[in-house]
């Protein structure tokens, strides 16, 4: 019998870092408005989920992303196709900015 972990790879405490500390409460999406229902998500469905692969959007926006990350053949579709590139640019660059503040943390 196999038996398998349910434990999310991030916390609370990684939630909150997220949510407040990276995205400031808005939305990674333009106009970044304050989410009526603010929700989570894995940005890029193809790599694991970390602090630096996890968004916020409304969530209307986050249930029409993992409708549109997959395409017809299973493959994922890399977001930027989803999004532009503005809103890549503003995932990568808070992305490389919480690495930053994870090496200046713990050296």
């Known amino acids: 019998m196999m038996v398998t972990s349910s434990k999310l790879p991030i916390d609370e405490d990684d939630v909150a870092l997220i949510f407040e500390d990276v995205h400031l409460g808005k939305s990674v999406l333009p106009p970044h408005d304050v989410p009526s229902k603010p929700t989570l998500v894995r940005w890029d469905a193809s790599r694991p989920l970390t ?19 997959r395409d017809p053949s ?4 890399d977001p930027k196709e989803i999004w532009g590139a ?22």
């Open 86 to 107: 503005q809103v890549q640019e503003i995932v990568t660059r808070r992305a490389k900015d919480l690495e930053r503040q994870r090496k200046w943390v713990m050296p």
């Open 74 to 77: 299973g493959t994922f579709v």
């Open 51 to 69: 602090i630096e692969n996890c968004v916020v959007m409304d969530s209307k926006d986050a249930e029409k992303h993992w409708e549109s990350i």
